[in-house]
């Protein structure tokens, strides 16, 4: 099995023993060792995932690396926060994912409004299985528990990953106190409810949302 390790905040660092993953295309910046770089099609996912992510507009260009020893990924100075997966789903921005083990499974799932809010379209990426994973964010990511009792507002552009059981409403923060100044700013917000974890950057993309 491959083992995930950070090396400092911004640098992925993957020991491998005959093991492979799949990584962002281009993510490589260094390795040790013997390894071999083969691009997938269809995001990790073959045939049927490249038509899926063609359809669906989810595009996520994948390499596989296997081999022996240690290879180090990164991509443009951003944090990477590690995620264990045990037997649940990952949600997750196609451009926030750097590597995952190769016995996870990937696909696309549909996201609606809120996918819509952020500008990266109506479906997002999924991450199945048990395994590590590694996503990016602009600036140290945090993250918040949601429980039944205590739901979770979260800015569209903030928004990385989610994982657990969760129900998530696309809802309107314009009000009268908004209109005046004295409100958030914030005009739309995604609201997840249920039990699970959210990621979060301390950095907004640019979303329809924050345009209204």
């Known amino acids: 099995m491959a ?12 020991d491998m ?3 492979a993953v799949k990584a962002k295309n281009g993510s490589m910046v260094a390795y040790e060792g013997e390894m071999t770089f083969k691009k997938l099609t269809g995001g990790g996912d073959g045939l049927r995932g490249m038509m899926t992510r ?10 596989e690396v296997k081999g022996h020893g240690t290879c180090y990924f ?45 500008g990266n379209g109506l479906f997002t990426t ?5 395994g590590q994973a590694a996503i990016l964010s602009d600036g140290t990511a945090i993250v918040l528990r949601v429980t039944p009792q205590l739901p979770l507002q979260v800015d569209p552009g903030a928004y990385i990953a989610h994982t657990g059981r969760l129900r998530q409403h696309f809802q309107s923060g ?12 914030e005009a ?19 979303t329809i949302g924050g345009e209204v």
């Not at 190769?102 to 409004?113: D, E, K, P, V, Y």
């Not at 314009?174 to 700013?185: C, P």
């Not at 739309?188 to 640019?206: A, D, H, K, M």
Request: net charge negative.
């Open 17 to 19: 023993a005959g093991d």
């Open 54 to 63: 063609r359809l669906t507009g989810e595009q996520m260009e994948v390499m």
């Open 126 to 130: 999924t991450v199945e299985g048990t």
């Open 188 to 206: 739309f917000q995604i609201r997840f409810e249920g039990e699970g974890l959210v990621y979060v950057q301390p950095s907004e993309r640019n």
């Open 74 to 118: 990164a991509d443009r100075a951003s944090e990477i926060n590690l995620v264990s997966l045990h037997g649940e789903t990952l949600y997750v921005e196609a451009s926030n994912l750097l590597c995952t083990e190769a016995s996870l499974r990937t696909g696309t799932t549909f996201t609606g409004l809120r996918g819509a809010s952020q």
């Open 174 to 185: 314009v009000n009268f106190r908004t209109f005046l100044g004295e409100g958030s700013g």
């Open 3 to 14: 083992q995930f390790r950070l090396h400092g905040s911004k640098v992925l660092a993957v």
